[in-house]
């Protein structure tokens, strides 16, 4: 008989299968993202060095929505990555499913100017 996986448990699983496949190198970061019941958080990180390169959430940002407030976290991650130099990235949706709110961290990202 089988246990029944809780939903953290399935996510952990498939974060898992995600990173497995995908790594972040100095030419080519990863945009990790973590999204929890309020806010979501992201991150580029250089798998190779260990070291997070630039990061942001939308906790003190405005916007009517957690979708809104989603899409002005990617744009504002964007910049902060182009300040750095990093224009291109490895997107990992963090084993969350790529629609609401983690899509619209992509979107913003997109118009900010990254490239994944």
Do not use: C, W
């Not at 806010?39 to 260990?50: C, H, L, N, S």
């Amino acid at each position: 008989m089988t246990t029944k996986l809780t939903k953290n448990e399935q996510r952990t699983r498939r974060h898992n299968r995600i990173r497995a496949k995908v790594s972040g190198t100095s030419e080519r970061p990863r945009l990790a993202i973590f999204k929890s019941n309020s806010y979501i958080y992201a991150q580029i990180i250089d798998d190779t060095k260990g070291n997070t390169l630039s990061a942001v959430s939308d906790l003190g940002l405005k916007g009517k929505t957690k979708t809104e407030r989603a899409k002005l976290a990617g744009d504002a991650l964007a910049k902060s990555a182009k300040a750095k130099g990093i224009s291109t990235v490895v997107f990992d949706r963090g084993g969350f499913i790529y629609t609401g709110r983690v899509r619209a961290f992509a979107d913003g990202a997109r118009e900010g100017g990254l490239i994944f």
